[in-house]
């Protein structure tokens, strides 16, 4: 179910001992990841000190894009699940003061998006 759920666009969570791997250059020395999920190809991965949006590009994947946001920054974050006619459910991310989402992460399931939203949660609450 984590390979198909992962390719119909819901986020599947990792395991966080294979994800610090593949972060291995990306995390600080001490830093670990506390939860990580997977949506296709990209990771949504929360260690204790930011949260790390991995965007794998183009067919092979080679490329990849490391957005790293601390919690201290994240100002606040919305969660919209999906309804009878929009299939998709949304988490916006809002940086300081900025007037628009510095992020927008997509999926095609509420369970998917209310399970990172809780996360999120946790982190820039402080748990």
């Known amino acids: 179910m984590g390979l198909f759920s992962g390719l119909m666009g819901n986020a599947s969570q990792m395991n966080n001992d294979k994800v610090e791997q ?3 250059d990306i995390l600080l020395d001490a ?3 506390e939860m990580a999920f997977s949506l296709v190809r990209d990771l949504i991965v929360f260690t204790e000190y930011r949260l790390i949006l991995v965007d794998k590009q183009g067919m092979s994947g080679k490329k990849v894009s490391y957005k ?3 919690y201290r920054s994240i100002s606040r ?3 919209e699940t999906s309804g ?3 299939m998709d459910a949304e988490l ?5 003061s900025a007037a628009e989402p510095a992020e927008t992460l ?3 399931s509420d369970k998917s998006v209310i399970a990172i939203q809780k996360a999120l949660a946790a982190a820039v609450l402080g748990k």
Do not use: G, M, N, R
Not at 92 to 96: F, N
């Open 106 to 108: 997509q999926f095609k």
């Open 92 to 96: 916006k991310i809002w940086i300081s």
């Open 84 to 86: 009878h006619f929009d």
């Open 77 to 79: 974050f919305t969660v």
């Open 68 to 70: 790293s946001i601390p």
């Open 22 to 24: 593949e972060l291995a």
């Open 31 to 33: 830093e670990q990841v």
